[in-house]
């Protein structure tokens, strides 16, 4: 059988098209995945650039630095899940604070699990203390801590919550999904049913929302 030769993509005469004319949405998602899965440092302008399908020197242009270039992207991942939080402040029909919080918790764990750069930045970048985790704290942990924090208070009143600060049970609940999400193929390895993602995220919202609220 004779082998066709690649299909080549001929590049039109005149004015790009409307939406190349701004690059930078190409460049920031092109940039999510690289950093997601290499990391800040092990990222490079070069990589990304490809990925994008751009020359390297347009990424100075339109950001003017790696570092920027990572702010923003995690800025936009801070925008989407300020989006699911604004969604999650409609009241439940029953008002029951406790049902709205586990509501919640599972939104949010659903959520998590969907969009996985999130823990991946969440777990590579919190502990730095630096710049870096500032920026990640700002952008993720403070609105997802805002946001929980409210709800929760009204059912610390009921004791219906296990011991401890409302912050430092909220903390353990992103780190914790955070860290379970980022090392799945290590739990996987002994659990296989991990594998199946409807399971996972069952039995890690079981478990997230278990390390916040008392049993019974």
Not at 75 to 98: I, K, M, S, T
Request: proline share 7%.
């Amino acid at each position: 059988m004779t082998r066709q030769p690649p299909i080549q993509t001929i590049r039109p005469r005149g004015r790009p098209p409307r939406d190349r004319l701004d690059p930078s949405r190409d460049i920031s998602q092109a940039a999510l995945g690289v950093f997601a899965s290499k990391g800040y440092e092990g990222a490079t302008l070069k990589e990304i650039a490809d990925e994008a399908g751009v020359d390297p020197s347009l990424i100075s242009y339109q950001f003017g630095s790696k570092l920027n270039l990572w702010k923003a992207v995690i800025e936009g991942l801070g925008r989407e899940l300020q989006n699911l939080l604004a969604d999650l402040d409609v009241p439940a029909p029953d008002h029951d604070p406790e049902s709205s919080v586990r509501s919640a918790l599972s939104e949010i764990t659903r959520f998590m699990c969907e969009n996985t750069q999130i823990p991946h930045f969440a777990a590579r970048d919190v502990f730095r203390d630096d710049e870096r985790t500032e920026w990640v704290n700002e952008n993720l942990f403070t609105p997802l801590v805002e946001h929980l924090g409210s709800r929760l208070e009204k059912v610390w009143a009921r004791g219906r919550l296990r011991p401890g600060p409302l912050n430092m049970l909220i903390l353990q609940f992103g780190y914790g999904m955070a860290i379970n999400i980022v090392r799945r193929e290590q739990l996987i390895r002994s659990m296989p049913e991990l594998a199946d993602d409807e399971t996972f995220r069952r039995e890690l919202t079981a478990m997230l929302i278990g390390s916040v609220f008392r049993d019974g």
